[in-house]
């Protein structure tokens, strides 16, 4: 099965300053790759997504990277803000894309 | 709103007893999935339906079992339950078969066991 590995578990950054978050993972016949944003006590949100036949995907403040040689993905946060505190999950899909493995999560705290 | 509908929002009982979930998926959407989210596990997949069959499973312990309906909502039955059960359990929904397509979480379901 995939192995889908997060680091870090948790991040703080000050209000208007990046945040990196890593993923790798293990299946090389993974080809899709979301990420999830989490409030506390609330339902996971699709934030982005890419697929393998892509390298980079952005959307206003928010950027996904994938290397798929080294089989890892990151998520970009710039110009962070306080209420994108929240954890934050990235996932693998496979076996014929119906299989989801998720990472541990990151939570994330921006600092006003 | 994600669209998608899961009740009952909080459900305790006790070790040993049976319990259904529900979710009905967005109007459209022909996939459902059911995770579980707990504080040691992190969010995990069970299975996946599509259109009425099961199409993949994950980490889904044989006390466990689900299907979807004509109508295309889905249960998921939990039984003879124990302590460790307690978690969120979360379905989302999608349009295809494949997972490669955004998947819409409903607002979960909070199981308590006491």
């Known amino acids: 099965g995939e192995n889908v590995e997060q680091h870090p578990s948790t991040l703080s950054v000050q209000e208007g300053d990046s945040a990196v978050i890593k993923c790798t993972y293990s299946?090389?016949?993974?080809?899709?790759f979301p990420w999830y944003k989490q409030e506390l006590g609330k339902r996971p949100q699709l934030i982005i997504d890419?697929?393998?036949?892509?390298g980079e995907k952005k959307d206003q403040r928010i950027a996904v990277t994938l290397n798929k040689t080294a089989k890892h993905f990151s998520l970009h946060i710039t110009e962070t803000q306080p209420e994108d505190s929240a954890v934050y999950f990235c996932?693998?899909?496979?076996?014929?894309?119906?299989?989801?493995?998720f990472g541990t999560g990151t939570k994330l705290q921006v600092i006003p | 709103d994600s669209g998608v509908t899961q009740t009952p929002k909080h459900l305790i009982t006790a070790t040993g007893q049976r319990v259904t979930l529900r979710c009905s998926p967005r109007?459209?959407?022909?996939?459902v999935y059911w995770y579980q989210q707990s504080l040691d596990q992190g969010l995990q997949f069970l299975i996946q339906?599509?259109?009425?069959?099961?199409?993949a499973k994950g980490n889904i312990l044989e006390r466990f079992s689900a299907q979807q309906f004509p109508d295309l909502h889905s249960e998921l039955n939990l039984s003879s339950l124990e302590l460790g059960d307690s978690a969120l359990y979360f379905c989302?929904?999608?349009?295809?078969?494949?997972?490669?397509?955004?998947?819409?979480f409903g607002d979960g379901t909070r199981l308590s066991i006491l």
């Open positions: 989302a929904s999608s349009v295809s078969l494949d997972g490669n397509q955004p998947q819409h």
């Open positions: 299946d090389s016949a993974s080809n899709y």
């Open positions: 890419i697929r393998s036949n892509v």
């Open positions: 996932a693998a899909l496979w076996g014929g894309y119906q299989k989801v493995t």
């Open positions: 109007s459209g959407d022909l996939s």
């Open positions: 339906y599509y259109n009425g069959e099961e199409r």
